[in-house]
């Protein structure tokens, strides 16, 4: 109890560190480009505008026949995939790119990791803006259960965030993980239902599919935002608890090595 | 109360033979039994206690140990064995501005560079005229900092620093950069803060220096220390061995 006070009290003082970072990372991205932050939503936009052309020509049987509303199921699936990639990939990095300042000046170090993932998630709210945007084209229905998307995002992150502590811990010791973590994600951008209707698969890929949290978070968002569902309760089940247990693994595993970080930088 | 009490510490580093970065070279290194590290202790079985007010020096030749107590000290390591007790806030000077950001202007680094420090950026705001007179770099406020020449990226640095009243200040041989008249400005800076309560730890090849400013002082010689005590006859002892 006393150490967990002494967390929270050690993160307190660090917060505007952490503000501070997320903050150049945004400036950092954007500087010197004419369009500046409007890329953050152009971006996503013009990526499922091609996504959405090659769905609907070359490949327009794969997506099955039960998707209404093809433009914003896409741009879902692909939003959020994106924060996962992105986020993950950025913190699994992060320990070690800023290894010059561990080295010198004491920090938390799940600061970084932390940081990536919060960057992550703010690109991701930006490019949202996309999302109302093709919602709005498309005259997507707005229903009252759009405001439940907030807890399979919430989820999302914090399931990213004990991966990317998990990563940034593994990748200070072994620079193999990003290799495989990029193979990995390519292979999972297949398995996670973001361009074609799941229910259309039958046998093995069926049960591969569900064993997929992406899966499940993106489903969930999809089911509040664009069916107008809500939650059912094993989409709350399995979002709060893949989140809930990526974490419980990330922090442990990063706790247990931190100390040793620094003789390998 | 001593405000830093360093008890039995040492500090083991495996230096690996061959590094091994990849999952294939570990596994196979260790399959073949190869997976083998030569210990090397920067520091052995150290003690030490600094009481407040202190201006206390660190000697010894390159390796010797001095920067990696800085940094059992300050938190960045975390030591082999022994234990180290701090009561009071550190501001670190390890290799200055560690915290920059090249691509980023002296205005935005001063604010980030604060933060890794522990302050608040209404603090920094507080401050911040204060950071730039001392530094004397106000025509260059928004010049990236890959831009600037190393004495001038110190100077930031030392002024974001030391502008808070830390219990404990450590500066490891960071007076040797800027010019002479920066030097001065420094040491000023540092006998101001001392006068104010602060304990200082200092590095320093310039033994000038250390007769000049410290109190006490420690001779560390390969990761032991060799001798410590007031700064004369500490001093004469380590001129003794050199000559």
Request: with cysteine.
């Amino acid at each position: 109890m006393a150490s967990l006070k002494q967390s929270w009290k050690d993160f307190w003082r660090y917060r505007y560190l952490l503000q501070n970072l997320i903050t150049r990372d945004f400036k950092l991205k954007y500087r010197r480009s004419v369009l500046g932050v409007a890329w953050s939503v152009l971006n996503p936009l013009l990526m499922c505008l091609v996504m959405y052309a090659i769905f609907t020509s070359i490949f327009a049987g794969m997506r099955g026949q039960n998707i209404d509303n093809f433009a914003v199921f896409l741009l879902v699936g692909q939003l959020l995939f994106n924060f996962f990639r992105e986020s993950t990939t950025m913190a699994m990095e992060s320990v070690l790119k800023n290894a010059p300042l561990l080295r010198k000046v004491y920090i938390p170090k799940y600061i970084f990791p932390l940081e990536k993932v919060c960057f992550g998630l703010v690109n991701c709210l930006f490019s949202f803006v996309a999302l109302v945007l093709v919602m709005l084209i498309t005259r997507t229905p707005l229903h009252l259960s759009f405001i439940l998307c907030v807890y399979p995002l919430a989820t999302l992150f914090f399931f990213c965030l004990g991966i990317g502590l998990f990563l940034s811990a593994t990748y200070v010791f072994f620079r193999d993980v990003m290799h495989m973590w990029e193979v990995f994600c390519t292979a999972l951008t297949y398995a996670s239902a973001i361009f074609y209707d799941p229910e259309q698969m039958t046998g093995i890929v069926y049960h591969l599919i569900h064993l997929n949290p992406l899966y499940w978070y993106i489903t969930a968002f999809r089911s509040c935002v664009l069916w107008g569902q809500g939650l059912t309760g094993l989409m709350v089940l399995v979002c709060g608890g893949c989140a809930v247990f990526s974490m419980a693994v990330g922090i442990f595993f990063f706790k247990r090595n931190q100390d040793r970080f620094v003789l390998y930088m | 109360m001593s405000i830093i009490e360093i008890d039995n510490v040492s500090m083991r580093f495996n230096l690996s033979k061959e590094r091994h970065e990849s999952f294939k070279e570990y596994f196979l290194a260790l399959a073949k039994g190869h997976l083998q590290f030569d210990e090397f202790y920067a520091l052995k079985n150290v003690n030490l206690r600094v009481e407040p007010g202190d201006f206390y020096g660190l000697i010894g030749l390159n390796g010797s140990g001095k920067s990696t107590l800085l940094k059992v000290i300050s938190g960045v390591y975390k030591p082999t064995t022994g234990t180290v007790k701090v009561n009071g806030t550190i501001a670190p000077l390890i290799e200055l501005g560690a915290g920059f950001d090249m691509d980023l202007t002296a205005r935005e680094n001063i604010y980030l560079n604060g933060t890794v420090l522990g302050f608040t950026p209404k603090y920094i705001d507080s401050k911040f005229d204060e950071i730039v007179e001392f530094s004397e770099l106000r025509d260059f406020l928004d010049v990236p900092l890959k831009n600037y020449s190393s004495g001038m990226v110190a100077r930031i640095a030392f002024a974001i620093a030391t502008i808070t009243k830390p219990d404990i200040l450590i500066a490891d041989e960071i007076l040797s950069v800027g010019d002479f008249l920066f030097q001065k400005k420094c040491e000023e800076r540092m006998q101001h803060l001392m006068s104010g309560g602060t304990t200082v730890i200092l590095v320093s090849h310039s033994i000038e220096q250390i007769e000049r400013m410290c109190n006490k002082v420690a001779w560390l010689e390969h990761g032991q220390i060799k001798m410590d005590g007031d700064t004369e006859t500490v001093c004469a002892a380590y001129k003794k061995t050199t000559k």
